[in-house]
């Protein structure tokens, strides 16, 4: 669960680095903020032109002038009217497309990290990281900076208008304003770290949710339908508390702000009122004040909103960028970018652990020549899926060399390398989108002939057939809907019409029935053909056939050949494996 704390201060370099993310929208940058920059003294010019009516026109029962002023006013609101709306809208498609960007950024990035990042971080962070923070960002671009410049710069020009009028009744207005400036920066702070909380709280619910969707068999299977809502209700009543906080400030804030404000009135009214008895003031000044008070005071009031909002919008930022500088990528140093690999893949000394400690693998060699076939079988956690996560370079090695066709693996440009092995995994993952799409992953050069034409060679074609819209099917979240048996022969014609130089199967019979067993052992032989392949299978009927067979132990190889030379050995664990499997006793 993430906890998400801030400064105090606003963090002018990282305000610089997400203002520089509107560089490629520099002229959208430069009308928002002109826009508001005029704003802000057009906004003093109603109430002038009011004072200015009331007494020269009103005053002076000029009827013509009145009706001249009045339009003047008229056009004076149009005016404002479109350039606020021009503001709101340059303001919010500069946030927006900012943001776009920014998304991209993110998911590009996110998807070249390396796979230890994700063991380590829960899905839900990566999602509010790329949806919820980003929005965030947005704020400081439609709310925060520009409107906090245009809003200070209303004061100075109300104030400065105020002030040239009357600056005995601006000192009366003003009476108030310490005690407003006190009660917003109580209210700044305290709105502040309830957000926070609200923040941290829907992470936490999304993280809750994410798991528990997806985790959804497991929750009803072992009825704990009761105890997760249970936990539901917890955050959710936590969440509840938090914003029910916000709303508290809120709601003390505002009329705290409007007695303020009413008192400042009360007293212009009465300083005011006297000063028109003796002269000293107009009356067209006792009308235009209340508008400039209000005027004062709305900015105020929403300087401490918008400064919540920009340090808000900040230490979304701090997090998104978080992800951006997060340069663990697996490095991609390699040049050679082979058309086809042969398929020759050696093992020479190699160790390896995850987290840099316990050492998963020790001292692994082997060597297989192109074209052949590896077999590996162990007890869970042995270490086989281990071994092709770093033929794969999904995971990088502590010491030894690992070499395909005689080069080593990292000299090797890590797409095109990838992009010769093929995987099927014990779990197939499937994404929603058809079946056609889940075998081509959206790669246009593949057309749906060679799709049939591959489905045909291994014994799938007939069952994709039979669903409704065959190769249209619409296969629904991880491929809810399909058999396990099903979805691990979709799984093996996106192996095939990849066509890769090498091929994984890890665990790929495991989780099949004995009718499916035997179009999947057909598959499988039509897969292997003709290129190198390992195969992790816990039946020994699917790896007999095997060139060399690799037997697994606590990340050690204990013993390695064909099936007859292991079954030779005396108390070979292979031997012992075979027996328990087939009932039978050689001896
Ligand atoms: N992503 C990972 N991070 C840390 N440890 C892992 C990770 N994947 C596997 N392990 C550990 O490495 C060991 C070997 O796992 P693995 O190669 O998956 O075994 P298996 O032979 O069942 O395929 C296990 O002890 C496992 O706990
Ligand atoms: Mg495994």
Redesign the pocket.
Known sequence: MSTEQSSNKIDFILLGRVLSLARPYKSAFILAASLAIILAPLAVLRPYLIQYTVDNYIMDFNYDGLIFMIMMLVGVLFLQAAMRYSFIFVANLLGQSVIRDLRVKVFRHITRLK?TYF?HTPVGRSTTRTISDIETINNIFSQGVITIIADILTLVVVLAVMFSTSWRLSIICLSTVPLLIIATYIFKEKVKAAYQIVRTQISNMNAFLQERITGMRIVQIFNAEEKELDNFKEINREYRKANINTILYYSIFFPVVEILSASSLGLMIWWGAKGVLSNEVTIGVLVAFPLYLGMLFRPIRMLADKFNTLQMGLVASERVFGILDNNSFINNKGTIQPEKLKGHISFEKVHFA??GLHE?LKNISFDLEAGKTLAIV?S???????IINILNRFYEIKSGKIQIDGIPIQDYELNALRSRLSMVLQDVFLFSGSVLENITLRDESISREEVIASAKLIGAHEFIEKLPGGYDYEVMERGATLSMGQRQLISFVRALVFNPDILILDEATSSIDPETESIIQYAIEKLIQKRTSII?AHRLSTIRHADTIMV?HQGEIQEMGSHDELLQLKDGHYKELYEMQFNTTTA
């Open positions: 796979l063991d995850y987290d998963v162990g869970t956690g042995s270490g086989k899926t281990t992790i697994l």
